[in-house]
């Protein structure tokens, strides 16, 4: 609900009271300071406001000039002839101690409405002066950020920035003060009202035509010709009778132009009556009452009629009636405050009702009809459907978004792009056989991807997910870290959330294989060197079982690290050499550049040799790997014995010589279901393709099809 | 494998071909730019400015540290009554404290013990005694005095409390150190390179983006508007006292106060500390301008690449 302070018009003065207690109060207990003030001469308001001080404090405005009531000491300042706001000194308003026994003095400004235009420091004995513009200035951004509620994030200047140091000041205070002061000084000499939940604006008011009011829904207006009277009738079963109003003219003649509206907001109710009809209505009334403002603007026929009147009818308003959910509404001659002059009424709801001005509503307008025996037929000439339209709603002031919205709202774009790229991967691996059937198709679409993951999703987005995640996940519930801190990064959330589904349904090779920058890096250098016919070694299959548990010792050392020594724990997460060769480009201390080099050329000669042997957060979804609930990639019972093709195919040798992928160790890169697919190289395939060309030259020939050959 | 000529020279191309492609990569950026925040942490005015080359990353890091200052100020400040540092001041204890408030007790009682007692978590009854708008009694002040004492802090991972009736902790300083160190730290390990973190305390993650330290200006104690000189800050931190920044109530002094006497601390105008971890740094400036010249060197000598720049009260400073 509303609550109203206008202190010297009406209502409740506990505001005022309050107001003024804190004043004495804060005037009592300040004494011993104000003595302290006035000796380091702080002169009065006007004279600290320099053209300088009033510049920053205000802009934009012409002249100011002392309020001479009896409130907060304040300058009103004028753009012209408007007052735009006041001008106010947190020493003389509030006399408030920071940290230190000297009250600082800020000078600020407020709008009308509230709003901190700006402040400027002036200290007595604090470092803070004015003549300090450089310090000054960011003091000013500073109260500015915080009154626009939150501060921004963004840099203030193209000047490179500085640093000083030396003591701290209590921007705190000095915040507080300046907001508590504007409220001060606000509150004595504006109304104030503080709006909780969705309100009818009962405050504010400027003059508005029938037509604006029209315009802008506050009122619903219907225009009935002649032609819609008779359609009327028509629809009533009536069509044959006359009006008992007679129609003038033609067809397009107006008949009545009607309109209605929620009375009680000052733009609909004061506009459409006038101010004595409308005072009656919110002051001359028990409180909230409600009215219904109905007007008939021109036409022949009227809202009114006569036999309102009367007593034998009752004094009833027989043409109007409103119907809000299951309740009707009649009004009689005594629910009217009627608008001298003009056909222009409001129709005061029952005190007791339980009309809802928020909520929907209907006015039907009723005319009648005359039958040839002198009696009359009622209907329905116009309904008119009424919603209060939000602009004469206050709405409470929305909670401020939480930091963490702005980056989502600020990367659309990139999120975007990344759900498409992730659909895209989704749709190769879910038609993993159409991909391998073609050699050339899996080539392009493989490598292009990959060149997508690393320029786009690593070197453009730094969207490299990395063991430094996976253990803040890891750490979460023990550190008590803020979910803003996790969901600030929007495109690392999709890539974890990703990556934890494809590692339940698929296995790591998602990930690693797909969706790592810094794999799609080894693995693009390592295709290139493989097309230079570069020497390749790979460990025999015994030395490379046991190399592959170095991704698991390197990430129980940091997980291990994380939790007795942090510090320590910070060096070894540099094993990932992702920061280096994604983030930050290269552009990071040698020793890190080196590493990282160091492992691609490596990477020449052994693919992957990082992803395989070394690295923590492939070693950390390898281990959760075991759980995953697919397997898409296809074998023969050939594979592994006799054939070892796909074997020797695998870049990652993650295909043990009995033919058995191990798929902690796939990195579901399907250079192996290319092959699977190839009738002319995997050999069961191949025979298969002979002996039906055989059978076409020859005639038919009994053929095996081997197991697990899609139809 | 027989290595052929021909096979050596490919393989020495090719590892040459990765660190000069690395090359060409690194040099095809340009210098990083500096992202900037002003905000408040634990009611000081606070900064943090980035260098990336990728503005947005770093607005989203500065969002996340936001996140992470906002938890720790629940833990720290003493302007939020439900904050774990109030519970222990108004109850004497916590239970389940938080990680970061036992080490950073744990960690001023070390720094205490290091400094013979001139700096002292246990500070806050000698503050709040001076805070008053009277000059304190000789009687009042012992009883505050007895209030303070770093080693009634028990602090364990289960509980923390304090073993004296009365006591409270200003963690201050410190806090805001350890704030400072924790944002830092977590920027670094975010693959940023260079940054300024101020919150509260100053803390330099790298350098500047060409190579050179930062410099960071050094208020002159008795000109406050004017920088004295600058300190050149690598991967390092910065922690100032001087007494000019808050001075009390009564009108008897400045808020750094001698836990043995009670009195503020006059022997020096400034101290100006370069230690590796802000939290160090904090807690070596303040026992150094409490404990005086003399003191200095063997306090300095507990916090290894630590120094120092004293100026005296005649405006001569002195480095240690
Ligand atoms: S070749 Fe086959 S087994 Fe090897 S990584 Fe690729 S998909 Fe996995």
Same mark, same amino acid.
């Given at each position: 609900m509303i609550a109203i302070a206008e202190n010297r018009v009406r209502g409740p003065r506990l505001a005022l009271l309050l107001v003024l207690g804190v004043l004495a109060f804060t005037i009592l207990a300040m004494a011993p300071a104000r003595a302290q003030s006035d000796e380091s001469g702080a002169g009065p308001l006007l004279t600290r406001l320099t053209p300088e001080v009033l510049s920053a404090v205000f802009p934009e405005v012409t002249r100011v000039e002392m309020v001479e009531?009896?409130?907060p000491i304040a300058a009103a300042a004028y753009d012209g002839e408007t007052l735009s706001g006041y001008v106010y000194s947190t020493l003389d308003v509030l006399r408030a101690p920071g940290y230190s026994s000297t009250p600082f003095d800020v000078i600020a400004g407020v709008t009308m409405d509230g709003r901190i235009t700006g402040a400027v420091v002036l200290f007595h004995r604090e470092p803070y002066l004015i003549n300090d513009a450089r310090r000054t200035a960011q003091l000013n951004t500073f109260l500015h950020a915080l009154e626009g509620g939150e501060a921004r994030l963004g840099a203030d200047s193209t000047l490179p920035p500085e640093f000083v140091a030396g003591a701290t000041i209590s921007s705190r205070a000095m915040r507080n003060a300046v907001q508590e002061g504007g409220r001060m000084v606000l509150r004595y000499r504006t109304e104030e009202f503080i709006v909780t939940e969705p309100t009818v604006d009962m405050i504010n008011f400027r003059p508005m035509s029938a037509a604006e009011l029209v315009a802008d829904g506050g009122v619903a207006g219907a225009r009935i010709t002649n032609a819609d009277l008779d359609a009327a009738m028509a629809q009533a079963g009536l069509g044959d009778l006359l009006p008992e109003v007679p129609k003038t003219g033609g067809p397009d003649n107006l008949y009545i132009n009607f309109v209605t509206g929620y009375a009680n907001p000052p733009r609909i109710g004061r506009n459409g009556t006038g101010l004595e009809p409308y005072d009656h209505l919110i002051n001359g009334m028990p409180e909230s009452t409600q009215g219904i403002f109905v007007a008939t603007l021109g036409g022949v026929y009227d809202h009114r009629g006569t036999r309102y009147n009367n007593l034998s009818n009752d &004094? *009833? %308003?027989?043409r109007i009636s409103v119907t809000q959910g299951e309740h009707t509404y009649q009004f009689t001659k005594p629910d009217m405050i009627v608008t001298p002059g003009k056909i222009a009424d409001i129709l005061v709801l029952p005190t007791d009702n339980e009309f809802d001005p928020m909520q929907p509503w209907r006015a039907d307008l009723y005319a009648n009809a005359l039958r040839p025996d002198g009696s009359t037929a009622n209907f329905v000439l116009a309904s008119l459907d009424y919603a209060l339209p939000s602009g004469y709603i206050l709405m409470p002031e929305p909670e401020p978004m939480p930091a963490w919205v702005e980056p989502w709202l600020a990367s659309q774009g990139d999120i975007a792009i990344l759900l498409i790229a992730l659909s895209v991967l989704t749709f190769l691996l879910a038609n993993q056989a159409w991909l391998s059937r073609n050699r050339r198709l899996h080539l392009i679409l493989r490598n292009g991807f990959l060149a997508f993951t690393l320029v786009w999703i690593g070197w453009t987005a730094s969207a490299q997910l990395s063991i430094v995640h996976v253990v803040n996940y890891i750490k979460a519930p023990f550190a008590g870290l803020d979910l803003g801190f996790y969901l600030a990064e929007p495109l690392i959330v999709i890539l974890s959330i990703y990556t934890a589904v494809s590692l339940v349904l698929l296995g790591r090779g998602v990930f690693c294989g797909w969706l790592c920058p810094f794999g799609a890096l080894q693995e693009l250098l390592a295709q290139i060197s493989r097309a230079l016919k570069l020497p390749q070694w790979n460990p025999g299959e015994r030395l490379q079982r046991i190399l592959w548990n170095g991704k698991y010792v390197s990430l129980g050392l940091i997980l291990i690290l994380v939790f007795v020594a942090p510090d320590a724990a910070v060096v070894a997460e540099e094993i990932e050499p992702f920061k280096t060769a994604i983030t930050a480009y290269f552009v990071r201390a040698l020793p890190y550049v080196i590493y990282a080099v160091a492992l691609l050329t490596i990477g020449l000669f052994t693919e992957r040799a990082f992803c395989r042997f070394l690295c923590p957060l492939g070693g950390a979804l390898a281990i959760l790997d075991? %759980?995953? *609930? *697919?397997?898409l990639l296809k074998r023969r019972p050939e594979c592994g014995n006799p054939c070892h093709l796909c074997e020797r195919s695998c870049p990652v040798r993650a295909i043990e010589s009995s033919g058995k992928i191990i798929m902690s160790e796939? &990195?579901?890169? *399907?250079d192996c279901q290319v092959e699977y697919y190839d009738d002319q190289r995997c050999p069961p395939l191949a025979k298969v393709r002979k002996q039906l060309e055989r059978a076409k030259e020859f005639g038919p020939a009994p053929v095996r099809v081997p197991a697990g050959e899609p139809a | 494998m027989n290595l052929t000529r021909r096979r050596a020279l490919q393989i020495m191309a090719a590892s040459v071909a990765v660190p000069l492609g690395v090359l060409a990569l690194r040099s095809a950026r340009g210098l990083p730019q500096p992202v900037q925040w002003r905000g408040e942490a634990l009611g000081a005015m606070s900064a943090m400015t980035l260098w990336s080359h990728d503005k947005a990353r770093a607005e989203r890091a500065i969002v996340r540290m936001r996140a992470e200052i906002d938890r720790l100020e629940d833990i720290f400040s003493l302007y939020r009554a439900t904050s774990e540092l109030s519970r222990l001041n108004a109850d004497g204890r916590v239970d389940a404290p938080s990680r970061d408030l036992v080490h950073v007790l744990d960690q001023s009682q070390r720094i205490a013990e290091a400094s013979g007692g001139k700096f002292d978590p246990t500070i806050q009854p000698l503050w709040t005694l001076h805070s008053a708008r009277s000059a304190p009694d000789l009687r009042n002040l012992e009883a505050a005095l007895s209030l303070v004492d770093y080693t009634a802090i028990s602090a364990h991972i289960q509980t923390v409390r304090f073993e004296q009736a009365g006591m409270s902790a200003s963690l201050n300083g410190i806090a805001q150190g350890y704030i400072t160190d924790r944002v830092t730290e977590l920027l670094g390990n975010e693959g940023f390179e260079n940054a300024v973190i101020e919150l509260g305390e100053t803390r330099a993650l790298g350098q500047a983006p060409d190579g050179t330290p930062f410099r960071v200006g050094l208020l002159n104690p008795h000109e406050p508007n004017q920088v004295m000189e600058h300190v050149s800050l690598a991967g390092a931190s910065l922690s100032v006292s001087g007494g000019y920044g808050q001075s009390l109530p009564d009108g008897t002094g400045h808020h750094i106060f001698d836990p043995l006497t009670g009195k503020s601390a006059n022997e020096l105008a400034q101290v100006a500390v370069v230690a590796p971890r802000a939290m160090l740094a904090d807690a070596l400036s303040t026992a150094i301008y409490v404990a005086g010249e003399r003191a200095s060197a063997a306090i300095l000598s507990t916090v290894a690449g630590a120094s120092a720049i004293l100026i005296r009260p005649d405006g001569s400073r002195l480095q240690v």
């Open positions: 009531d009896d409130g &004094f *009833l %308003l027989e075991r %759980l995953h *609930l *697919l397997n796939c &990195f579901q890169c *399907l | -």
